[in-house]
């Protein structure tokens, strides 16, 4: 039986970049060693990481004057090292879920931090309207797609101030004006690559005006003048990003994984709002086309575990909501195929007609 894959992360990755990968793991480039096995300073890996990011400069039309970065650490680490690096008296964050919440929670450490708006009371069913961005901040801080709640901020903000975006689960998933911020982070186990390397882009002349002294391995500036070889960065992670990357741009890049993710959340979005049985979690207007949720209507309460099961045994992974808010969770990441949500609207509808 074929499985598809929609689990919110690590999640779903072209067969090929998973093949590839694999091979390179056996012998790397016919060299006789895996790539887990050589030294990330070899002239044999170094153009990897070259043409990685040279890709994802490429993709996002990353203007002059930004380093590419891999790290370690996860996005988790990421909240930390942000206000280390950019936050000198107040910096300001958009409350739009549990990982801004926790981004927000680190930042206080280092400075004043001001919520601009937040979205909690309602249990982040939507991202915040009418809202005033103070001019006198450091920075604002956004989470462009929440995945645990299902909603997502597809357009770039204007702002009076510097932006930086946690954009861990739709980076790559549709163009970005990078110029508008002074920092993009991204766990890569979401829609890049598999778990263990981490993803920044940052604006170069806004490092090195924090007031504090910064611990060498949590200073951007240090991987910049290292070009993320100051110790040894996650060699396997950044290859598989390689080869996502590689498929990226031969679908069509981001403009195609736009184009295709609107496609398969209108099609998912549009069976939810039909059916009998089940609802969106969320306001129309902010809903994610990444992380899309949904629940049982009330009356059908008592069928989500039956609805469950039956899913599973027909080859859905990994679409069991978090327990934040229950119900569903369908990913549906760059790889994620149309055939794989036809798949899911199918069980959908045989499990409506049945009940």
């Keep these: 039986m074929k ?14 970049v998973i093949e590839n990968t694999a091979k390179q793991i056996l ?5 006789g060693l895996s790539l887990a096995e050589i030294s990330h300073r070899s002239k044999d890996f170094q153009p990897v990481v070259d043409e990685a990011v040279a890709l994802i400069k490429e993709l996002l039309d990353v203007p002059e004057g930004y380093s590419v970065l891999f790290l370690g650490g996860g996005a988790s680490l990421e909240f930390c090292m942000i206000p280390y690096n950019f936050l000198i008296k107040k910096a300001a964050y958009l409350n ?20 601009v708006a937040s979205s909690a009371d309602a249990n982040y069913t939507f991202i915040p309207k009418d809202w005033t961005c103070p001019t006198d901040v450091d920075y604002l801080h956004i989470t462009t797609n929440n995945t645990i709640y299902g909603t997502e901020m597809r357009k ?35 829609n890049l690559s598999m778990a263990g390397v981490t993803v920044v ?6 490092l090195g005006k924090a007031p504090r002294e910064i611990p060498t391995m949590l200073n951007y500036q240090t991987h910049v003048d290292k070009g993320s070889m100051f110790n040894t960065p996650p060699v396997i992670p950044i290859y598989c990003a390689l ?39 969320v306001a129309t207007e902010d809903r994610s086309v990444m992380n899309i949720c949904f629940v049982m ?32 969770r369908a990913s549906c990441y760059n790889a994620m195929t149309v055939e794989g949500v036809q798949a899911l609207v199918k069980c959908m509808k045989d499990f409506e007609a049945q009940h």
């Excluded at 499985?3 to 090929?16: M, Q």
């Excluded at 882009?201 to 806004?206: G, R």
């Design 156 to 190: 770039d903000l204007d702002v009076p101030v510097r932006l930086i975006g946690d954009m861990s689960s739709d980076i790559f998933s549709r163009p970005v004006d990078v110029a508008k911020y002074d920092c993009i982070y991204a766990g890569a186990q979401k």
């Design 96 to 115: 739009t879920g549990t990982w801004a919440k926790k981004a927000m929670k680190e930042a206080k450490l280092f400075g004043e931090v001001v919520e």
């Design 201 to 206: 882009i940052v604006k170069n002349d806004t």
């Design 297 to 328: 209507n009330d009356e059908y309460a008592e069928l989500e575990k039956p609805f469950f099961e039956y899913a599973t045994a027909q080859g859905m992974v990994g679409i069991k909501g978090h327990r934040s808010v229950g119900g569903f």
């Design 3 to 16: 499985k598809y894959n929609f689990n919110a992360g690590p999640s779903i990755l072209p067969r090929e």
């Design 243 to 281: 080869e996502n990357l590689r498929w990226i741009k031969k679908m069509g890049g981001v403009k195609e994984m736009d184009r295709r993710a609107l496609e398969r959340a209108d099609m998912l979005y549009s069976e939810i709002d039909r059916n009998k049985l089940f609802r969106g979690t």
């Design 27 to 31: 012998d790397f480039n016919g060299i």
